[in-house]
Structures are given as structure tokens and as C-alpha cells.
């Protein structure tokens, strides 16, 4: 994922931050509906993302700058900017 779509996808989040709900695909088309899956808040630091929540599925690589990094758990991903969560999203799986 590059940097434009991180960006686009935190900004497309930011703009929904209020609601809880998450986006899925049904007969190829974007349809939103309400998730309760836990996630971090914004402003939490790595350390304490990682003892609340556990080690993340997957760890991808920091890109661009300021440095972003997106860690992969089993139902949401959460996007950090250096070690300071920006948003955490509900993911389908």
C-alpha cells in the first residue's frame, strides 16, 4: 500500500471517526454497517496497543514520512504514526 492510499484511507476514516461501523463488500458494492469489535484509540501508544490487544497477526514495514506503520489483527488494523495510533479500522477478517 503506498502512501496516497494510506493517506486517503485516514482521511476517509478522520471524516467517520464519531460513528462505529465498518465498510464491507456485498455483490461488489461498499456497504457500511455497524461493528462492536474492540480497537484501540486514538493516541495510544504501540506498547500499550500491543498489552491490551496482544501481538498483532501482522507487522508491515514503516513507509514515508512522518513514518506510518499498520500492524494486522484478526478483525481490525491499526495505523501508527511513529508509535502513536491515528486510527484503528474494522477489518473483515
Same mark, same amino acid.
Given at each position: 500500500?503506498?502512501?496516497?492510499? @494510506?493517506? *486517503? #484511507?485516514?482521511? @476517509?476514516? /478522520? /471524516?467517520?471517526? *464519531? *460513528?462505529?461501523?465498518e465498510?464491507?463488500? #456485498?455483490?461488489?458494492?461498499v456497504? $457500511?454497517?455497524?461493528?462492536? #469489535?474492540?480497537?484501540?484509540? %486514538?493516541?495510544?501508544?504501540?506498547?500499550?496497543? &500491543?498489552?491490551?490487544?496482544?501481538?498483532? $497477526?501482522?507487522? +508491515? &514495514?514503516?513507509?514515508?514520512?512522518?513514518?506510518?506503520?499498520?500492524?494486522?489483527?484478526?478483525?481490525?488494523a $491499526?495505523?501508527? &504514526? %511513529?508509535?502513536?495510533? @491515528? +486510527?484503528?479500522?474494522?477489518?473483515?477478517?
Amino acid at each position: 500500500m503506498n502512501i496516497r492510499s @494510506i493517506v *486517503a #484511507v485516514l482521511l @476517509i476514516g /478522520a /471524516a467517520a471517526s *464519531a *460513528a462505529v461501523a465498518e465498510t464491507v463488500l #456485498v455483490d461488489d458494492k461498499v456497504v $457500511v454497517r455497524d461493528s462492536t #469489535v474492540p480497537r484501540p484509540q %486514538r493516541g495510544m501508544h504501540m506498547s500499550a496497543v &500491543e498489552q491490551q490487544f496482544g501481538a498483532p $497477526v501482522t507487522r +508491515h &514495514e514503516t513507509v514515508g514520512q512522518p513514518p506510518i506503520t499498520r500492524w494486522d489483527y484478526s478483525g481490525f488494523a $491499526v495505523f501508527f &504514526e %511513529r508509535d502513536i495510533v @491515528i +486510527h484503528a479500522v474494522a477489518t473483515s477478517g
